[in-house]
Protein backbone atom coordinates (compact mmCIF):
# COMPACT_ATOMS: atom_id res chain seq x y z
CA UNK A 1 0.00 0.00 0.00
CA UNK A 2 1.37 3.34 -0.88
CA UNK A 3 1.19 6.29 1.19
CA UNK A 4 -0.56 9.72 -0.32
CA UNK A 5 2.02 12.61 -1.36
CA UNK A 6 1.87 14.99 1.44
CA UNK A 7 -0.15 17.96 0.56
CA UNK A 8 2.25 20.53 0.02
CA UNK A 9 4.22 18.22 -2.20
CA UNK A 10 1.00 17.72 -4.48
CA UNK A 11 0.73 22.03 -4.03
CA UNK A 12 4.13 22.86 -5.21
CA UNK A 13 3.99 20.08 -8.40
CA UNK A 14 0.33 22.07 -9.23
CA UNK A 15 2.09 25.36 -8.88
CA UNK A 16 5.47 24.17 -11.40
CA UNK A 17 2.50 22.55 -14.06
CA UNK A 18 0.89 26.21 -13.71
CA UNK A 19 4.84 28.27 -14.10
CA UNK A 20 5.11 25.62 -16.79
CA UNK A 21 2.02 26.45 -18.64
CA UNK A 22 2.32 29.82 -18.45
CA UNK A 23 5.28 30.09 -19.93
CA UNK A 24 4.27 28.13 -22.52
CA UNK A 25 1.54 30.37 -23.59
CA UNK A 26 3.76 33.32 -23.34
CA UNK A 27 6.50 32.04 -25.53
CA UNK A 28 3.36 31.00 -28.16
CA UNK A 29 2.06 34.15 -27.93
CA UNK A 30 5.53 35.98 -28.71
CA UNK A 31 6.27 33.09 -31.64
CA UNK A 32 2.52 33.15 -33.17
CA UNK A 33 3.16 37.01 -33.30
CA UNK A 34 6.06 36.70 -34.84
CA UNK A 35 4.99 34.93 -37.71
CA UNK A 36 1.96 37.42 -37.87
CA UNK A 37 -0.78 35.75 -36.24
CA UNK A 38 -1.04 39.24 -33.98
CA UNK A 39 -4.16 38.62 -32.47
CA UNK A 40 -4.28 35.26 -31.60
CA UNK A 41 -0.56 35.73 -30.54
CA UNK A 42 -1.54 38.82 -28.09
CA UNK A 43 -4.09 36.25 -26.24
CA UNK A 44 -1.89 33.65 -25.69
CA UNK A 45 0.53 37.00 -24.28
CA UNK A 46 -2.03 37.98 -22.15
CA UNK A 47 -3.27 34.92 -20.57
CA UNK A 48 0.28 33.61 -19.87
CA UNK A 49 1.06 36.74 -18.17
CA UNK A 50 -2.52 36.62 -16.77
CA UNK A 51 -1.26 33.14 -15.07
CA UNK A 52 2.22 34.24 -14.04
CA UNK A 53 1.14 37.27 -12.12
CA UNK A 54 -1.59 34.59 -10.59
CA UNK A 55 0.89 32.76 -9.19
CA UNK A 56 2.53 35.62 -7.73
CA UNK A 57 5.88 35.07 -9.82
CA UNK A 58 8.55 38.18 -10.78
CA UNK A 59 10.98 36.70 -12.32
CA UNK A 60 11.19 36.69 -15.66
CA UNK A 61 8.31 38.91 -15.82
CA UNK A 62 9.98 41.89 -17.22
CA UNK A 63 10.53 39.78 -20.16
CA UNK A 64 7.11 38.52 -20.50
CA UNK A 65 5.66 42.01 -20.56
CA UNK A 66 8.48 43.30 -23.36
CA UNK A 67 6.93 40.53 -25.36
CA UNK A 68 3.77 42.05 -24.98
CA UNK A 69 4.63 45.33 -25.81
CA UNK A 70 6.37 43.70 -28.87
CA UNK A 71 3.06 42.55 -30.02
CA UNK A 72 1.12 45.95 -29.17
CA UNK A 73 4.02 47.35 -31.39
CA UNK A 74 3.79 44.97 -34.14
CA UNK A 75 -0.86 44.89 -33.79
CA UNK A 76 -0.26 49.13 -33.97
CA UNK A 77 -1.27 49.27 -30.11
CA UNK A 78 1.05 51.68 -28.99
CA UNK A 79 -0.62 53.18 -25.86
CA UNK A 80 -1.13 49.74 -24.77
CA UNK A 81 2.55 48.73 -26.01
CA UNK A 82 3.91 52.18 -24.09
CA UNK A 83 1.78 51.21 -20.72
CA UNK A 84 3.60 47.43 -21.33
CA UNK A 85 6.97 49.21 -21.30
CA UNK A 86 6.25 51.76 -18.23
CA UNK A 87 5.35 48.76 -16.27
CA UNK A 88 8.04 45.86 -17.39
CA UNK A 89 10.85 48.74 -16.57
CA UNK A 90 9.50 49.52 -13.44
CA UNK A 91 9.28 45.64 -12.46
CA UNK A 92 12.77 45.72 -13.82
CA UNK A 93 13.58 48.37 -11.63
CA UNK A 94 11.77 47.17 -8.14
CA UNK A 95 13.41 43.15 -8.67
CA UNK A 96 17.09 43.81 -10.61
CA UNK A 97 16.02 41.66 -13.36
CA UNK A 98 17.27 44.03 -16.06
CA UNK A 99 18.03 41.53 -18.90
CA UNK A 100 15.53 42.99 -20.94
CA UNK A 101 15.63 46.29 -20.51
CA UNK A 102 17.81 47.39 -23.25
CA UNK A 103 15.24 45.94 -25.29
CA UNK A 104 12.27 47.83 -23.70
CA UNK A 105 14.07 51.44 -24.32
CA UNK A 106 14.39 50.33 -28.15
CA UNK A 107 10.71 49.32 -27.72
CA UNK A 108 9.94 52.50 -26.48
CA UNK A 109 11.07 54.42 -29.20
CA UNK A 110 9.85 52.57 -31.74
CA UNK A 111 6.37 52.92 -30.39
CA UNK A 112 7.13 56.65 -29.75
CA UNK A 113 7.86 56.84 -33.32
CA UNK A 114 4.70 55.00 -33.91
CA UNK A 115 2.17 56.70 -31.74
CA UNK A 116 3.38 60.35 -32.85
CA UNK A 117 5.45 60.20 -35.46
CA UNK A 118 7.62 63.24 -34.46
CA UNK A 119 9.02 62.40 -31.36
CA UNK A 120 12.70 62.20 -32.77
CA UNK A 121 14.64 63.37 -29.96
CA UNK A 122 12.75 61.37 -26.77
CA UNK A 123 12.87 58.02 -28.82
CA UNK A 124 16.31 58.89 -29.95
CA UNK A 125 17.66 59.15 -26.37
CA UNK A 126 15.52 55.79 -25.62
CA UNK A 127 17.58 54.26 -28.58
CA UNK A 128 21.14 55.59 -26.93
CA UNK A 129 20.43 54.23 -23.60
CA UNK A 130 19.10 50.92 -25.01
CA UNK A 131 22.57 50.96 -26.64
CA UNK A 132 24.33 52.04 -23.88
CA UNK A 133 22.59 49.53 -21.36
CA UNK A 134 23.45 47.00 -24.17
CA UNK A 135 26.76 47.61 -24.41
CA UNK A 136 27.23 47.76 -20.78
CA UNK A 137 25.89 44.44 -20.40
CA UNK A 138 28.10 43.02 -23.16
CA UNK A 139 24.39 42.22 -25.44
CA UNK A 140 26.08 42.55 -28.50
CA UNK A 141 22.44 40.91 -30.39
CA UNK A 142 20.82 43.24 -28.26
CA UNK A 143 22.83 46.56 -29.12
CA UNK A 144 22.66 45.54 -32.80
CA UNK A 145 19.41 45.74 -32.91
CA UNK A 146 18.82 49.41 -30.91
CA UNK A 147 21.60 50.92 -32.91
CA UNK A 148 19.92 49.49 -36.43
CA UNK A 149 16.79 51.34 -34.85
CA UNK A 150 18.73 54.51 -34.44
CA UNK A 151 20.49 54.14 -37.93
CA UNK A 152 17.35 53.78 -39.13
CA UNK A 153 15.95 57.11 -37.67
CA UNK A 154 18.97 59.20 -38.35
CA UNK A 155 18.71 57.64 -42.48
CA UNK A 156 15.48 58.75 -42.18
CA UNK A 157 16.52 62.10 -41.32
CA UNK A 158 19.49 62.28 -43.54
CA UNK A 159 22.45 61.71 -41.04
CA UNK A 160 23.71 59.09 -43.46
CA UNK A 161 27.22 59.06 -42.53
CA UNK A 162 26.35 59.26 -38.84
CA UNK A 163 23.90 56.22 -39.32
CA UNK A 164 26.57 54.40 -41.10
CA UNK A 165 29.31 55.19 -38.56
CA UNK A 166 27.42 53.77 -35.65
CA UNK A 167 26.82 50.54 -37.21
CA UNK A 168 29.14 49.89 -39.13
CA UNK A 169 31.67 48.96 -35.89
CA UNK A 170 28.48 47.31 -34.52
CA UNK A 171 27.96 44.87 -37.05
CA UNK A 172 31.67 44.46 -37.36
CA UNK A 173 31.80 42.22 -34.25
CA UNK A 174 29.89 39.27 -35.82
CA UNK A 175 31.28 36.47 -37.53
CA UNK A 176 28.70 34.11 -37.80
CA UNK A 177 24.95 34.04 -37.95
CA UNK A 178 24.52 36.38 -41.04
CA UNK A 179 21.70 34.32 -42.17
CA UNK A 180 19.39 35.63 -39.02
CA UNK A 181 16.99 38.58 -39.61
CA UNK A 182 18.64 40.85 -36.87
CA UNK A 183 22.21 40.48 -38.92
CA UNK A 184 20.42 40.87 -42.47
CA UNK A 185 18.21 44.14 -41.69
CA UNK A 186 21.16 45.63 -40.74
CA UNK A 187 23.67 44.83 -43.31
CA UNK A 188 20.82 45.60 -46.01
CA UNK A 189 20.61 49.31 -44.21
CA UNK A 190 24.35 49.70 -44.20
CA UNK A 191 24.08 48.77 -47.64
CA UNK A 192 21.72 51.81 -48.31
CA UNK A 193 23.84 54.02 -46.22
CA UNK A 194 26.98 53.41 -48.50
CA UNK A 195 24.90 54.24 -51.33
Not at 87 to 101: F, N, P, R
Amino acid sequence: MHADPPAQGVNFARRITLYQHAAALILLGSALVRTGEVGEGTRQLVEGLGVWNQLGARIYLPHGICLLAESHLVGGRTAEGLECVAQALAIAADTGEYWSVARLHQLRAQLLLQMHGCEHESAEAHLHTAIGTARAQGARGLELCAATSLARLWRDQGKHTKAHDLLAPVYGWFTEGFDTPDLKEAKALLEQLKA
